[in-house]
């Protein structure tokens, strides 16, 4: 095929490579690992939903539905969209399959999602989001547990430099009535506005305080703050949440200015955000939103999560260089059988086998190849031990062991029948 007519990815759109997937495979189980330790279950939803889902949960002001959304009409003529986020897509089935009337659920989800956004490092347009949803608890406690569980995520991934930054939107009353005082202040500035925050003065005025703007910022630094507006209750249940964190020695910031840019939160919104990693700064984000599934037709139901962007993480925790990325990169077979002949070929495919069944890594050398030529392949694949069948050994149904490395000292290579080379084996990788 001529180099013109090859087809490539879509802009946006990347291929997450054999090189790449070993890091990816260990943050999704140190994820995995501590949902399910907090009881968390996996929900799967259709990467396509009706358009009128996100429409109606995200906000029709929302850059997401305004103008980022893969959506088209199927052959029915149906509008159907590529989920953009996880959260609508699980209240949808949540309410569908029965999951919230009288119960409650503690669910995570993990998958790609779809904006069509300017990609730019750290922002795609599919990128993949590891999600925590909750429902039928309208109590803090749910919220410092699951922002302890990203806690313990970050600290088992070894993550620097990540800030927790948390605030409260109140509920509806606070939220109108900080509109109004916000709307205000910046009617008054508006001179000094950019276009966008113009416009979003009768849009959506609350995105204002997320402007990157500088003389928009300058405006913003004496605007009302909306922690001065919560009602009672809603301040109540922030500070409770406040205090169940400073027990938990999980430290953050204040900041009056997160809103988010999803239109379905009440009350406290987090972001954990990476200094040094640049623009797209923001791992993971989410919040409350208590009216979301009563919106989309079922029994208010009271929700609170995140979503956490992999590409995002995984790139931070390279740059970092994190022992996770540097683990995933020496990311090897513990073993390397070399073998010459079909009868060899066939006792290697067997140790093979035996091998595995005691949880051992084993790549075999597949084809034609003379014992010098694979013994360098076994050198280079990073296993630490090599297996060889040669002609002899095949014979004498025994193996040879050889110790490529993780040992300081060299050791001798030894011959064992191949029935007993899983002990062997097993006992040799463990005093590595
Ligand atoms: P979000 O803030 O839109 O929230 O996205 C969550 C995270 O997904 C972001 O913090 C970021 O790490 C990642 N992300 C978003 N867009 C992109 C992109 N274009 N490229 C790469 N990464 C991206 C939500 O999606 C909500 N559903 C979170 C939530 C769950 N709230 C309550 N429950």
């Known amino acids: 095929m001529s180099k013109k007519s090859q087809i490539k990815a879509i802009r946006g759109m990347n ?25 968390y279950k996996q929900i799967r939803t259709p990467l396509l939903e009706s358009t009128h889902l996100f429409a109606r949960s995200i906000g029709a002001d929302t850059d997401i539905v305004s103008k980022e959304m893969y959506t088209f009409d199927d052959r029915n003529g149906d509008s159907l969209t590529l989920r953009p986020e996880g959260t609508a897509s699980t209240v949808r089935a949540g309410i569908e399959n029965g999951l919230f009337y009288n119960q409650q659920q503690r669910i995570w989800y993990t998958g790609p999602m779809f904006r069509h956004e300017r990609p730019q490092k750290g922002r795609y347009r599919q990128f993949h989001q590891i999600g925590v949803e909750c429902y039928g608890w309208s109590s803090p406690d749910i919220e410092a547990e699951v922002l302890s569980m990203l806690d313990q995520v970050f600290q088992t991934l070894g993550l620097q430099d990540t800030e927790l930054q948390l605030n409260s939107l109140g509920d509806s009353d606070t939220r109108s009535s900080y509109r109004a005082a916000l709307v205000d202040y910046l009617s008054d500035h508006k001179q000094s506005l950019d ?121 931070i925790l390279q740059e970092q260089g994190a022992d996770i ?29 035996s091998l595995v069944a005691v949880d051992v ?24 031990i090599a297996l060889i069948i040669g002609d002899d050994e095949s014979a004498a149904q025994t193996v040879s062991v050889k110790v490529l490395r993780r040992t300081a000292e060299p050791i001798a290579q030894q011959s064992v029948l191949q029935n007993e080379a899983s002990k062997l084996v097993t006992n040799l990788l463990e005093s590595l």
């Open 195 to 315: 276009e966008d925050s113009q416009r979003r003065l009768s849009t959506n005025p609350l995105r204002i305080l997320d402007s990157k703007n500088a003389d928009v910022q300058l405006v913003l630094e004496g605007a009302p703050s909306i922690l001065d507006y919560l009602s009672d209750e809603s301040s109540e249940s922030f500070s409770t949440l406040r205090g169940y964190l400073d027990d938990l020695g999980i430290g953050y910031t204040i900041n009056p200015k997160l809103v988010r840019g999803l239109d379905y939160y009440n009350d406290t919104v987090f972001e954990w955000v990476n200094a040094g990693y640049g623009a797209q700064a923001t791992v993971c984000g989410g919040g409350r939103y208590d009216s979301m599934v009563e919106q989309l037709g079922g029994q208010a139901t009271p929700g609170f999560g995140f979503g956490m962007g992999l590409e995002r993480l995984v790139q």
């Open 361 to 384: 890594r084993v790549q075999c050398h597949m084809g034609e190849g003379s014992i010098k030529n694979q013994f360098k392949k076994a050198d280079k694949s990073g296993a630490a």
């Open 15 to 39: 291929d997450i490579l054999p090189i790449e997937t070993p890091l990816w495979l260990a943050v999704e189980r140190v994820c995995s690992d501590v949902f399910a330790k907090h009881n």
């Open 325 to 353: 990325a540097d683990r995933a990169a020496q990311d090897a077979a513990d073993v390397f059988i070399i073998s010459t002949g079909s009868k060899a070929r066939s006792q290697a495919l067997q140790l093979q086998a």
